[in-house]
């Protein structure tokens, strides 16, 4: 039989099979067309390439072409083939059988061949290194002779097809490693650059574009290319490149480049020189790494080392300076040296004035500190300026980057001509308030991150509790014994003085007195005027005991708001009860002067005697303590421990029977508060005020004695009284010719629950048909809503008398709407609290907005109560409020100054004028008779 592979057709099967295998990566893919192909042209009925195992046992037919079609057979044992087929193949040598009945035994495989219908068999094996790694198999149904043409082309198949496999496999394997370098150079900000000479034309990797912000494939010339360097960086890589283009030396350099948009980043860059054929250097190449984080990170670790070198060199210092001026000095040497600060300077401002100067500095000279404006008031020239910032807003100021800082303007190139590009100031805060501040400047940009600033924190609270630790061991004695606020002895030390006093008392054989004072509505002053108003006042009557009391050394502060006081001689004839009471009057005519007002403060005193009401320190003192609590629960001013002195002293003086005189001698008066039309500017009317016009004190702010009248009962009398009086002002004002208006009366709790209350008001009203027309009774929101249903019928009544009635204080009492479409009023007065409100913000302008509304959906008129600034009156004439009160008008005015400014001509509002309080308001609160308001 010829073959049907010899000569051209040879070569034209093996071009095709190169050609139908070029385009194919899979290995599947390439074994079933080449083993299809080879079928095809020796015409055999089946055509397999199998893998074998790398322990060449078991062979694996990964395609078989078998009568035309391709199919995957399995896996076998080479044990099949017989020993004479698998010692033939193990050697390397083409098995062939022409005849498998004739030249196969039994065992050597003929069974399994009969079993399948081959007949001739030709298989080439594939060896390589000595081991049995493929082979190709050809067989054909009926006995056949192979050529050694078609046993070459079997051979040379089974070769191309190892040999494509193990390529493709390889390409495959190469790019998967390029895919993941290409993947590692991007997480590793890692790209290669390139530089061809003599052209010296430089090309950067997809990665280096990316790391310099330029479009990928971007071609540039050596001085464009260093044009992204900073200038010191510039200058080391050009230096290093032209020694590797000319020397061949290679290169390894961090350098700091900017990028095309303007970011700064660190990069690494490696060269090394590639030579041609004839050993001259044609390129320079390399990497580029960015290694930004990396760098950042060095640099914050050496500088977060540095500031905690001056955290520790500071800390050492508060151990050993005993001096504040040492201190700033050492600290700010200690910035600049340790911290390697380009320099440091500490700022120190009066507290009366807020005005500062520079103290000490290091690493500047005088000339630059004489220029240093420090201020920590609000509104000069230099208030902008960082360290006054600090020191204003109580908090650190940062610049990370002095050039583009223009509060640093006027100082800003001179810092970068000393190479400060960024500053820091810190503001020095013993006690809490800003006394001192500490600037620092850093030759680096971004020098203040998260990191340095809570360790520059750390160091300003390290320099303030130094601050601290120096004045409180100055002052440690001191405080040790004496009250800080008010300079008298302490507790500690007046119970050492006192025992002093005692034993003098035991063997002078006399007795001895102890007072315990305590002021009279402290908290309310504390909290109505506020801690400063409570701490003066505190300090004026340790001035005044230290004036009026003789030795200093007998008093003492021994209480938030108590004293002590101690009489070291109590002679027989009772100077106790005589000195207690003159001293007592004294204190109680002494004004004391608060925020811009007069107060008349009272006390209560508990006195306890040695040796009779104890015989030693604390028993006395306690003792003492006991007699002031039961005399600030019973009223009396003052009571003395031992029951038989009480009694005998404790109707004296008291400030009911003073009221009930002023009642009786006439001493109340009324002043008015004009209310005035929002719409038409006229006047409409006037609440009545009462204020106490006291012959020995003068006019006493109804704080004083309301609550007195409340706790007597003598509101009920004073209340009458103001009532009939006010009618008697209008009606007198009306008989004059006056433009009488009508008068609110302040009505209390304890008048309203009165049975006698309806007729009480009839009464007064009289016979006059004008009388209750001029008169208003005001009544708070909180005092109807405790018994609704007895005030609407207390009020019905009233109003039947043609008396108006308006709710006050309202918004405060938590009305409900249901009960007040019901209560028969016709004036709504909006507190004081929502007014002011009203300008912060839109919920409290809506809160008054909605009260308008519903007063005027109610037939109701409203008044808008301590109205104080023109804004407040355009708002309320916006939201179509019909009347206001309050000191943008006027304050409240003796009958007499009254009737002169408005009655007489009843004016209109034109440019209003924030009046000053009298002396008898205790602040601009329209305070009442009743619930923080004063008749």
């Known amino acids: 039989m010829k073959s049907l592979l010899e000569g051209e057709e040879h070569f034209r099967f093996l071009n095709d099979l190169a050609k139908a295998t070029r385009t194919l990566a899979d290995p599947e893919q390439i074994m079933a067309v080449m083993s299809r192909m080879l079928g095809e042209h020796l015409r055999a009925s089946r055509c397999a390439y199998a893998d074998v195992e790398s322990n060449g046992e078991q062979f694996t037919i990964l395609d078989d072409y078998t009568d035309g079609c391709a199919s995957t057979v399995g896996s076998y044992h080479l044990s099949l083939f017989g020993a004479r087929a698998v010692t033939t193949l193990n050697s390397g040598q083409t098995l062939i059988v022409c005849n498998v009945d004739a030249e196969l035994l039994p065992g050597d495989g003929a069974d399994m061949f009969n079993a399948i219908g081959i007949k001739a068999i030709m298989t080439c094996p594939l060896v390589k290194n000595g081991a049995?790694?493929?082979?190709?198999?050809?067989?054909?149904?009926?006995?056949?002779?192979?050529?050694?043409?078609?046993?070459?082309?079997?051979?040379?198949?089974?070769?191309?097809?190892?040999?494509?496999?193990?390529?493709?496999?390889?390409?495959?394997?190469?790019?998967?490693?390029?895919?993941?370098?290409?993947?590692?150079?991007?997480?590793?900000?890692?790209?290669?650059?390139?530089?061809?000479?003599?052209?010296?034309?430089?090309?950067?990797?997809?990665?280096?574009?990316?790391?310099?912000?330029?479009?990928?494939?971007?071609?540039?010339?050596?001085?464009?290319?260093?044009?992204?360097?900073?200038?010191?960086?510039?200058?080391?890589?050009?230096?290093?490149?032209?020694?590797?283009?000319?020397?061949?030396?290679?290169?390894?350099?961090?350098?700091?480049?900017?990028t095309s948009k303007g970011g700064r980043i660190w990069v690494r860059t490696i060269g090394e020189a590639q030579r041609n054929a004839a050993g001259a250097i044609a390129r320079v190449q390399g990497a580029i790494q960015d290694i930004t984080e990396r760098k950042r990170a060095e640099i914050r670790i050496k500088r977060l080392n540095r500031v905690y070198a001056v955290l520790s060199q500071i800390n050492g210092l508060i151990?050993?300076?005993?001096?504040?001026?040492?201190?700033?000095?050492?600290?700010?040497?200690?910035?600049?040296?340790?911290?390697?600060f380009r320099m440091a300077w500490i700022g120190v401002i009066d507290p009366q004035t807020l005005d500062g100067e520079v103290v000490?500095?290091?690493?500047?000279?005088?000339?630059?500190?004489?220029?240093?404006?420090?201020?920590?008031?609000?509104?000069?020239?230099?208030?902008?300026?960082?360290?006054?910032?600090?020191?204003?807003?109580?908090?650190?100021?940062?610049?990370?980057?002095?050039?583009?800082?223009?509060?640093?303007?006027?100082?800003?190139?001179?810092?970068?001509?000393?190479?400060?590009?960024?500053?820091?100031?810190?503001?020095?805060?013993?006690?809490?308030?800003?006394?001192?501040?500490?600037?620092?400047?850093?030759?680096?940009?971004?020098?203040?991150?998260?990191?340095?600033?809570?360790?520059?924190?750390?160091?300003?609270?390290?320099i303030t509790f130094a601050l601290d630790h120096i004045e409180k061991e100055k002052k440690l004695n001191y405080l040790a014994y004496y009250d800080a606020l008010t300079g008298l002895a302490n507790r500690s030390l007046f119970l050492e003085?006192?025992?002093?006093?005692?034993?003098?008392?035991?063997?002078?054989?006399?007795?001895?007195?102890?007072?315990?004072?305590?002021?009279?509505?402290?908290?309310?002053?504390?909290?109505?005027?506020?801690r400063p108003a409570g701490d003066a006042l505190l300090k004026q009557v340790a001035q005044w005991m230290t004036r009026n009391l003789g030795d200093a050394s007998l008093s003492a502060r021994v209480g938030p708001d108590q004293f002590a006081l101690v009489l070291p001689e109590v002679k027989p004839e009772g100077n106790v009860v005589r000195l207690l009471e003159k001293a007592m009057s004294a204190f109680l005519e002494h004004p004391f002067r608060l925020n811009d007002a007069v107060f008349r403060i009272a006390a209560k005193v508990g006195v306890a005697l040695f040796p009779q009401d104890g015989a030693?320190?604390?028993?006395?003192?306690?003792?003492?303590?006991?007699?002031?609590?039961?005399?600030?629960?019973?009223?009396?001013?003052?009571?003395?421990?031992?029951?038989?002195?009480?009694a005998s002293v404790a109707a004296k003086l008291t400030l009911?029977?003073?009221?009930?005189?002023?009642?009786?001698?006439?001493?109340?008066?009324?002043?008015?508060?004009?209310?005035?039309?929002?719409?038409?500017?006229?006047?409409?009317?006037?609440?009545?005020?009462?204020?106490?016009?006291?012959?020995?004190?003068?006019?006493?702010?109804?704080?004083?004695?309301?609550?007195?009248?409340e706790e007597t009962g003598l509101i009920y009398e004073v209340g009458r009284w103001a009532l009939r009086k006010a009618l008697q002002d209008y009606l007198r004002w009306r008989a004059a010719g006056l433009a009488a208006v009508r008068i609110a009366v302040n009505m209390s709790p304890m008048q309203l629950r009165h049975r006698g209350f309806i007729a009480e008001i009839e009464q007064a009203i009289g016979v006059d048909a004008h009388a209750a027309g001029g008169l208003e009774?005001?009544?708070?929101?909180?005092?109807?809503?405790?018994?609704?249903?007895?005030?609407?019928?207390?009020?019905?009544?009233?109003?039947?008398?043609?008396?108006?009635?308006?709710?006050?204080?309202?918004?405060?009492?938590?009305?409900?709407?249901?009960?007040?479409?019901?209560?028969?009023?016709?004036?709504?007065?909006?507190?004081?609290?929502?007014?002011?409100e009203m300008t912060t913000g839109p919920q409290g302008l809506a809160l008054v907005s909605t009260i308008i509304n519903l007063a005027h959906s109610l037939k109701l008129k409203v008044v808008a109560e301590g109205v104080e600034t023109e804004e407040q009156s355009r708002l309320l004439q916006v939201l179509n409020c019909d009347e206001m009160q309050g000191y943008l008008f006027s304050e409240p005015v003796s009958r007499e100054v009254f009737e002169a400014r408005f009655l007489?001509?009843?004016?209109?509002?034109?440019?209003?004028?924030?009046?000053?309080?009298?002396?008898?308001?205790?602040?601009r609160e329209n305070s009442n008779l009743y619930v923080a308001t004063a008749w």
């Open 132 to 258: 049995l790694r493929a082979m190709m198999a050809v067989h054909q149904s009926t006995p056949r002779e192979w050529t050694p043409g078609e046993i070459a082309i079997v051979q040379e198949v089974v070769e191309r097809c190892w040999a494509t496999i193990e390529r493709r496999t390889a390409e495959e394997k190469l790019r998967q490693s390029e895919a993941l370098l290409r993947i590692a150079g991007r997480t590793a900000r890692l790209g290669g650059w390139a530089v061809d000479l003599p052209e010296v034309r430089i090309t950067w990797s997809e990665e280096v574009c990316t790391i310099h912000e330029v479009p990928p494939g971007t071609v540039l010339g050596l001085e464009q290319a260093l044009s992204f360097y900073t200038p010191p960086s510039r200058e080391a890589v050009g230096r290093a490149f032209e020694a590797c283009a000319r020397q061949g030396a290679p290169f390894d350099l961090e350098l700091e480049l900017i």
């Open 319 to 340: 151990v050993r300076v005993r001096d504040r001026d040492e201190l700033y000095r050492e600290a700010c040497r200690i910035a600049v040296e340790a911290g390697a």
């Open 360 to 462: 000490a500095w290091h690493g500047v000279e005088q000339g630059y500190i004489d220029k240093i404006r420090l201020t920590a008031r609000d509104g000069t020239p230099h208030s902008d300026r960082p360290a006054c910032r600090a020191l204003r807003q109580s908090k650190p100021v940062t610049c990370n980057d002095i050039a583009t800082d223009d509060s640093l303007a006027p100082l800003r190139d001179e810092m970068l001509r000393g190479g400060c590009k960024s500053a820091g100031y810190f503001p020095l805060m013993p006690a809490g308030r800003p006394e001192a501040v500490i600037a620092l400047f850093a030759g680096e940009l971004d020098v203040f991150d998260d990191e340095e600033m809570r360790l520059l924190l750390e160091l300003a609270g390290n």
């Open 497 to 530: 003085r006192l025992a002093q006093h005692m034993r003098s008392a035991v063997s002078g054989g006399h007795e001895l007195g102890l007072y315990l004072i305590d002021l009279e509505r402290f908290k309310n002053i504390n909290d109505s005027l506020g």
């Open 616 to 646: 030693d320190v604390d028993t006395l003192f306690k003792n003492a303590e006991a007699a002031l609590k039961k005399a600030k629960a019973s009223g009396d001013r003052y009571l003395f421990y031992t029951q038989k002195m009480t």
């Open 656 to 709: 009911e029977n003073q009221l009930r005189q002023a009642l009786d001698k006439e001493e109340f008066v009324l002043h008015y508060q004009p209310k005035v039309s929002l719409g038409s500017g006229q006047l409409t009317s006037a609440e009545a005020l009462i204020r106490w016009n006291d012959p020995r004190t003068g006019l006493v702010p109804p704080g004083k004695f309301i609550p007195i009248l």
């Open 777 to 836: 009774l005001e009544i708070t929101e909180s005092l109807i809503m405790e018994d609704v249903k007895h005030s609407i019928a207390s009020l019905q009544a009233i109003r039947a008398m043609g008396v108006s009635i308006a709710i006050d204080d309202f918004g405060t009492g938590f009305s409900s709407l249901s009960y007040l479409a019901k209560l028969p009023v016709d004036t709504l007065k909006i507190d004081r609290s929502f007014v002011i």
């Open 904 to 923: 007489a001509a009843s004016p209109k509002i034109s440019t209003p004028v924030l009046r000053q309080p009298d002396l008898g308001e205790p602040g």
